[in-house]
């Protein structure tokens, strides 16, 4: 419930309005509550934009006596998203509500068109908005779906060099929106938190010769929160590498020297590693939970130099995924 109090606007008004409407509160809505949306989007762009109906009728003009004057939109009921500066909280992970005015105004200048906003003018005549629109932003990598309660309102009043606006007239909105999203995973986690590969034992005149076991490898991911696959899911990997397709060996008693691991992607192409270097993992199936992406390849022991001594040979690669 929204409760609107009128300032008076009496001898201190420093506008004349003309054309001013019995009725000065107005509420906003959309014709459709079902929001959705099924293209990709980069963090910080609109997913959606919808126009916000209302029952303003038109307001006039405002003529003013006092500059330079500033007519304040004011948006209140709205939890601002860490980061932003006009983009709030939807309840919803991963997307944000912007509010959008635009039109023509009549005014000097204008602070852009994403509220809470400001135009100014001299002496007038200055036209209010009166068309708003609502903006889905994603804010987060992993993007929901759902329905939540989304209440706000827009106040309109006019100021002139640090004085209290006079506010002549607002817009609320209250619903419940339902997103539905298309396009982004809620979340994507591997099947198992650690895949081990045996290497097992190698020869010194086998990884002498070069003819080392090539050993393959893989791991598999679950994503969730979609009903079709969005195939952008990728992994990048982070381990001692001296340079592509070289994993080095741990070091300490009982261990070999000289020796690393190659690695390969399922291509046959030497393994990248570093956040610029993103693999893309393959989509696999899918079971009750989700579904499945999965990276393959092929590691080796190689001698790195001239000699070599003998022991455990372990090595570590760590993935990062990438996804949405």
């Known amino acids: 419930m929204f409760v609107f109090i009128q300032q008076s606007a009496g001898a201190s008004d420093f506008c004349t309005w003309e054309g001013k409407p019995a009725n000065t509160n107005f509420t906003l809505w959309l014709d459709d509550e079902v929001l959705k949306f099924d293209k990709y989007t980069a963090i910080g762009q609109p997913m959606l934009t919808k126009s916000l109906k209302n029952n303003a009728v038109p307001l006039g003009t405002l003529t003013c006596s006092k500059a330079p004057n500033a007519h304040h939109y004011r948006l209140s009921g709205l939890t601002l998203v860490n980061g932003y500066t006009n983009v709030f909280s939807s309840g919803i992970p991963g997307i944000g509500i912007r509010i959008v005015s635009g039109g023509e105004t009549g005014a000097v200048t204008s602070y852009g068109g ?5 135009d100014n003018s001299v002496y007038g005549p200055y036209t209010p908005r009166t068309t708003f629109d609502l903006q889905l932003i994603r804010t987060g990598r992993q993007v929901g779906s759902g329905s939540h309660f989304l209440g706000f309102r827009i106040d309109m009043g006019s100021a002139y060099a640090s004085t209290i606006p006079i506010y002549r007239a607002s817009w609320s909105f209250a619903s419940t929106l339902t997103v539905i999203n298309e396009s982004l995973y809620a979340s994507c986690e591997p ?3 650690v895949d081990r590969v045996d290497m097992g ?3 010194s005149s086998d990884l002498q010769a070069g003819r080392a076991p090539v050993q393959p490898f893989s791991f598999d991911v679950r994503c ?4 079709k696959p969005n195939h952008r899911v990728r992994a990048y990997f982070d381990g001692s590498s001296p340079r592509a397709g070289i994993l080095e060996t741990q070091t300490g008693e009982g261990r070999v ?3 690393a691991v190659a690695l390969k992607d399922a291509q ?3 393994l990248t590693f570093g956040s610029r270097n993103l693999h893309q993992l393959a989509l696999t199936g899918q079971d009750a939970e989700g579904h499945l992406y999965r990276f393959t390849g092929t590691a ?3 001698k790195t130099g001239q000699s070599f001594t003998t022991g455990k040979a372990d090595a570590s690669l760590t993935y990062v995924l990438d996804y949405n």
């Not at 994403?114 to 400001?118: D, E, H, I, M, S």
């Not at 969730?224 to 009903?227: E, N, T, V």
């Open 224 to 227: 969730q929160g979609l009903d």
């Open 191 to 193: 099947v198992k938190p």
């Open 114 to 118: 994403y509220l809470p906003t400001f």
């Open 300 to 302: 080796q022991y190689v």
């Open 268 to 270: 046959g192409h030497a």
């Open 257 to 259: 020297t000289g020796v």
């Open 201 to 203: 034992v190698v020869l």
